[in-house]
């Protein structure tokens, strides 16, 4: 079961570091606040003390599993937290980006060591427009400015870790494709014209082993990860 047990911090560095080969699969960590929250390929997490969900949850995939998928299976057990509390729909921007009005309210990392897999949700819950990153590169918005109200950060936790214990333990079993229907419907990219290391070309889909599909100028390609720029 995801969410036990929980250790709860009011500051730390990244809960990334609060969990190793030590816990059992489904320990979670969460913090108040992050002095060095991280996201992928060294680039930062940041938020106001108190604003949002940050949460670590270790996670023993089966071998036969495709571990970066992960970040996809993360990605829409946050989609659906945040669309259960805002009413509204949210999508997946491949790989790791969710997406409410074309603005990014949660990122996920998946980060492997030994054997294990620490998997990182952060969700903008409660943050103002100021107190969100101006310069990010894909613009950040947060639950409470899609909808100007504050909520509970428990409730949005709880209502994360019983998406993401439903989702794991699909694709534990039947791997990715036991949740592709529900990803292939808020697959943000999909249809939009992108740029992904220097090839431009249109996104045609998430592919059912979780790479993304484009259709460039010279020919069709799969990308199985990296970085997509994207027109608005
Ligand atoms: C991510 O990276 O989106 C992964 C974020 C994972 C955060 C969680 S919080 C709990 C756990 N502990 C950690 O230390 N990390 C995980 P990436 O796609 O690389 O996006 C990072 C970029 O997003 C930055 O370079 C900024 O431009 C922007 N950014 C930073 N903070 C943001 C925020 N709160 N909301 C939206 N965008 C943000």
Redesign the pocket.
């Given at each position: 079961m995801i969410g036990s047990p929980h250790r709860h911090v009011e500051e730390c560095e990244?809960?990334?570091l609060l969990l190793g080969t030590e816990h059992p699969e489904g320990a979670i960590a969460t913090t108040d606040h992050?002095t060095?929250?991280?996201?992928?390929?060294g680039?930062?997490?940041?938020?106001a003390p108190g604003t949002?969900v940050?949460?670590?949850v270790l996670l023993r995939p089966p071998p036969e599993r495709v571990a970066p998928q992960l970040s996809l299976v993360g990605g829409l057990a946050a989609a659906m937290a945040a669309e259960d509390a805002l009413g509204l729909a949210a999508q997946i921007k491949w790989p790791?980006?969710v997406m409410v009005d074309r603005r990014?309210v949660a990122?996920?990392?998946a980060e492997a060591r030994d054997g294990v897999v620490v998997l990182?949700?952060?969700i903008?819950v409660n943050?103002t427009r100021e107190q969100?990153?101006l310069?990010?590169?894909?613009p950040?918005a947060s639950l409470r400015t899609v909808d100007g109200r504050e909520r509970d950060r428990e409730q949005v936790l709880d209502l994360l870790l019983a998406h993401l214990d439903r989702l794991y333990g699909a694709w534990r079993e039947g791997g990715l494709d036991a949740v592709y229907e529900d990803l292939g419907a808020r697959d943000f990219l999909r249809g939009r014209r992108v740029t992904v290391d220097g090839a431009a070309g249109t996104a045609q889909m998430i592919t059912r082993d979780g790479r993304l599909a484009v259709e460039t100028d010279s020919g069709s390609i799969e990308v199985e990860s990296g970085e997509v720029a994207f027109e608005r």
């Amino acid at each position: 079961m995801i969410g036990s047990p929980h250790r709860h911090v009011e500051e730390c560095e990244s809960t990334q570091l609060l969990l190793g080969t030590e816990h059992p699969e489904g320990a979670i960590a969460t913090t108040d606040h992050q002095t060095g929250g991280r996201g992928r390929r060294g680039r930062t997490w940041v938020e106001a003390p108190g604003t949002a969900v940050l949460v670590s949850v270790l996670l023993r995939p089966p071998p036969e599993r495709v571990a970066p998928q992960l970040s996809l299976v993360g990605g829409l057990a946050a989609a659906m937290a945040a669309e259960d509390a805002l009413g509204l729909a949210a999508q997946i921007k491949w790989p790791n980006d969710v997406m409410v009005d074309r603005r990014k309210v949660a990122g996920v990392l998946a980060e492997a060591r030994d054997g294990v897999v620490v998997l990182g949700i952060g969700i903008n819950v409660n943050q103002t427009r100021e107190q969100l990153p101006l310069e990010a590169r894909v613009p950040a918005a947060s639950l409470r400015t899609v909808d100007g109200r504050e909520r509970d950060r428990e409730q949005v936790l709880d209502l994360l870790l019983a998406h993401l214990d439903r989702l794991y333990g699909a694709w534990r079993e039947g791997g990715l494709d036991a949740v592709y229907e529900d990803l292939g419907a808020r697959d943000f990219l999909r249809g939009r014209r992108v740029t992904v290391d220097g090839a431009a070309g249109t996104a045609q889909m998430i592919t059912r082993d979780g790479r993304l599909a484009v259709e460039t100028d010279s020919g069709s390609i799969e990308v199985e990860s990296g970085e997509v720029a994207f027109e608005r």
